[in-house]
């Protein structure tokens, strides 16, 4: 039993050496919150245990170091006094805060390796984070103006991007709400997609509205909107033109092909009888059988019925703007509607297990040209999401 008890101490001994360890190897490396956060969560456990005694000290000398780097750094960003130190200066008091936050739970704490409690000069940061946070804000919605005021998509596009931020800090700040939503639709590339069918033959009202129905796409995307009707005030840059050019309807065809089956099956079994005709018995009296095999066939009609459908033509890309094509990308889709099934004449024990398949199925009405240019419609519309996903602005 003392055996165990000592193993149990060298292996907790040994734990808490090497957490101390990196604790120091944090604080010696300048990674203050690291070792802090460490030494804080040993202590959290139980403070007064004497294996956690060293993250004490290690505890105090990381809060000092940090926090004389953090007030130094905030002395040069204050003198210096930019737009973008404002975000840094804002943080660097929230990050002080968190610190003395986390460590005064613990407090007070007793160092046996020092002799005495740690010593922790905590200050009060309200008006300074206030402060930071009011300069912070400002300094965002200046900086959210400036990128409005250029006028360009990318421009709005960062303007949105600031303005979410400024609301994350101080929400329903002033006019941001308005003004994000006036980014946002300013740095949106609005797409104009029309249907065009030059094929000469009738394309089915749903399969226009389910290849323009954008919202069935998945193609999200937060800076582009694709529109299939015109919406006034807007501004489109880009056009897209799905174009049909031919649709090819094969005829109805029914063909039949008969196969004659044969097979060599058992048919029950007869008695074995010697020269005069009498049964042959075992050794038990039984009457000794013998199998009998019979050549049984059939005549299979295998009918089979098949319409076909190709759809073909382009995806065009125009800048609106300037009135000039920029790509265009072939897309066409092949639909074929086949059934097959089968009859037979003759003794079904000669058919295939393919055969006996064919017979649960019967004749099935052709579909009408409208259904066949839908379904291949159906293969064009991935393929058209295909080509907006790989072109996405």
Same mark, same amino acid.
């Given at each position: 039993?003392?055996?165990?008890? =000592?193993? =149990? ?14 604790? &120091?190897?944090?604080?010696? +490396?300048?990674?203050? /919150? ?7 969560? %040993?202590? &959290? ?12 000290? =290690? ?8 926090? @004389? ?71 965002? !919605? ?11 998509? &990318? ?11 400024? /609301?994350?800090? +101080?929400?329903?700040? %002033? ?27 009738? *394309? ?12 069935? !796409? ?18 489109? @840059?880009?056009? *897209? ?16 092909? &008969? ?5 060599? *099956?058992?048919?029950?079994?007869? !008695?074995?009888?010697?020269?005069? $005709? ?6 038990? $009296?039984?009457?000794? %059988? ?15 019925? #098949?319409?076909?459908?190709?759809? $073909?033509?382009?995806?065009? !890309? ?6 000039? #094509?920029?790509?265009?990308?072939? *897309? ?13 004449? $003759? ?30 419609? #159906? ?5 058209? %999401? ?8």
């Amino acid at each position: 039993m003392k055996a165990l008890y =000592l193993l =149990l101490f060298t292996a907790l001994f040994s734990i808490s050496c090497n957490s101390v360890k990196r604790t &120091q190897n944090f604080v010696s +490396q300048g990674n203050y /919150d690291e070792a802090i956060e460490l030494a804080a969560k %040993k202590l &959290q456990k139980d403070k007064g245990a004497k294996e956690y005694d060293a993250h004490i000290r =290690l505890l105090e000398e990381a809060f000092l170091k940090a926090k @004389d780097e953090d007030t130094r750094r905030l002395v040069f960003l204050k003198k210096e006094n930019s737009a973008a130190g404002a975000k840094e200066i804002y943080y660097t008091y929230l990050d002080l805060e968190a610190r003395q936050n986390l460590i005064r739970p613990l407090l007070p704490l007793y160092s046996n390796e020092m002799g005495r409690n740690a010593n922790f000069v905590f200050s009060d940061y309200t008006n300074d984070l206030l402060n930071a946070k009011d300069a912070y804000i400002k300094s965002l !919605y200046q900086e959210a103006i400036v990128y409005m005021q250029r006028n360009t998509k &990318q421009d709005y596009r960062s303007a949105f991007n600031v303005l979410c931020e400024l /609301d994350e800090v +101080q929400p329903n700040y %002033k006019d941001v709400f308005q003004l994000r939503e006036d980014a946002h639709f300013r740095g949106t590339d609005f797409v104009f997609v029309t249907l065009n069918n030059h094929t000469g033959q009738f *394309i089915p009202f749903r399969l226009e509205q389910d290849l323009l129905d954008f919202n069935t !796409y998945g193609l999200d995307n937060l800076w582009t909107e694709y529109h299939s009707t015109r919406e006034n005030g807007i501004n489109y @840059d880009l056009g *897209i033109d799905l174009n049909f050019q031919t649709i090819q309807l094969s005829p109805e065809r029914i063909s039949d092909r &008969q196969y004659t089956r044969t097979q060599h *099956i058992h048919d029950g079994y007869d !008695y074995k009888r010697d020269r005069n $005709g009498n049964i042959v018995r075992d050794s038990l $009296g039984n009457p000794i %059988k013998i199998d009998r095999f019979i050549d049984v066939s059939a005549m299979v009609t295998i009918t089979t019925q #098949q319409k076909s459908v190709f759809v $073909g033509g382009t995806v065009v !890309y125009k800048d609106l703007n300037k009135r000039q #094509q920029l790509n265009s990308f072939p *897309i066409s889709s092949e639909f074929v509607f086949e059934n097959a099934f089968a009859t037979y004449r $003759g003794d079904e024990r000669a058919l295939t297990g393919e055969d006996r398949r064919l017979l649960s199925n019967g004749f099935i009405p052709f579909p009408n040209n409208e259904q066949m240019v839908f379904d291949a419609g #159906q293969d064009i519309k991935e393929r058209f %999401k295909e080509i907006l996903r790989d072109n996405s602005l």
